[in-house]
């Protein structure tokens, strides 16, 4: 067990759907990140948030946006949703500084049908 | 240019041989963190092992050890006495950077079938 725990798991909507991906990191982690997993392009980073603030973004589409609330705990709303973003939603955390391993969630598995 | 390159898409090792996962890496700094993680076929990302630029020893972590070579950028996972259960996708990863990002960056993967 990493510590992160991701909900829901499973995720199956329609196209043209709004869905919130939930992550609590561990205790004592303020850094969050966002990945996305799809077959085609690997393990994509789409945000980065430290203690509640964005701090770095990456292959993260405006449909998208996310937040990190003052728990620490940080969502990911995707809008208006495509088949192509049917994909391995990954939410980790990590401590402060380039020499700590970051812990994955289990991921949520989002279809888009 | 892609920061971290797994030149290996699969590796096939019988059990009980060891095997190793070539990773090697792009940074031009000279403080950063190099990472192995796992991921099954159920889908969770499981760390494996972690190596830092200033480190002199070669890390180990039980059958997992990390080669890691600094002048030749490559930081190849070695995999001692192969199981049926190391079947599995591997990705090599690297946190570096500037501002306190540090994000981790990955491979594309090597996918490792252990045949009995």
């Known amino acids: 067990d990493s510590g992160v725990t991701q909900t829901p798991k499973h995720l199956i909507t329609a196209t043209g759907q709004r869905v919130t991906l939930r992550c609590s990191p561990r205790?004592?982690?303020?850094?969050v990140y966002w990945y996305q997993q799809s077959l085609d392009q690997g393990l994509q980073f789409l945000i980065q948030y430290y203690n509640g603030e964005e701090r770095a973004k990456g292959n993260i589409l405006e449909r998208f946006s996310a937040q990190q609330f003052p728990d620490l705990h940080s969502e990911l709303n995707l809008s208006s949703l495509e088949l192509g973003d049917s994909a391995l939603y990954f939410c980790?955390?990590?401590?402060?500084?380039?020499?700590?391993?970051?812990?994955f969630g289990q991921g949520t598995r989002l279809t888009v049908v | 240019a892609q920061k971290i390159t797994q030149t290996q898409p699969g590796m096939f090792v019988q059990e009980k041989e060891a095997v190793t996962l070539d990773c090697t890496y792009d940074?031009?700094?000279?403080?950063?963190?190099l990472f192995w993680y796992k991921q099954p076929s159920s889908g969770e990302m499981i760390f494996l092992i972690y190596?830092?630029?200033?480190?002199?020893q070669n890390a180990t972590e039980g059958r997992y050890s990390l080669n890691f070579q600094k002048a030749r950028k490559s930081a190849n996972l070695v995999i001692s006495a192969s199981q049926l259960g190391d079947s599995a996708m591997y990705f090599c990863?690297?946190?570096?950077?500037?501002?306190?990002?540090?994000?981790?960056?990955f491979g594309r993967g090597t996918s490792l079938i252990v045949h009995p």
């Open positions: 190596q830092g630029s200033y480190d002199e």
């Open positions: 940074t031009s700094d000279q403080s950063y963190g």
């Open positions: 205790s004592g982690d303020l850094s």
């Open positions: 980790a955390s990590s401590g402060v500084g380039r020499n700590t391993e970051a812990f």
């Open positions: 990863a690297m946190r570096e950077g500037t501002g306190g990002s540090y994000i981790p960056t």
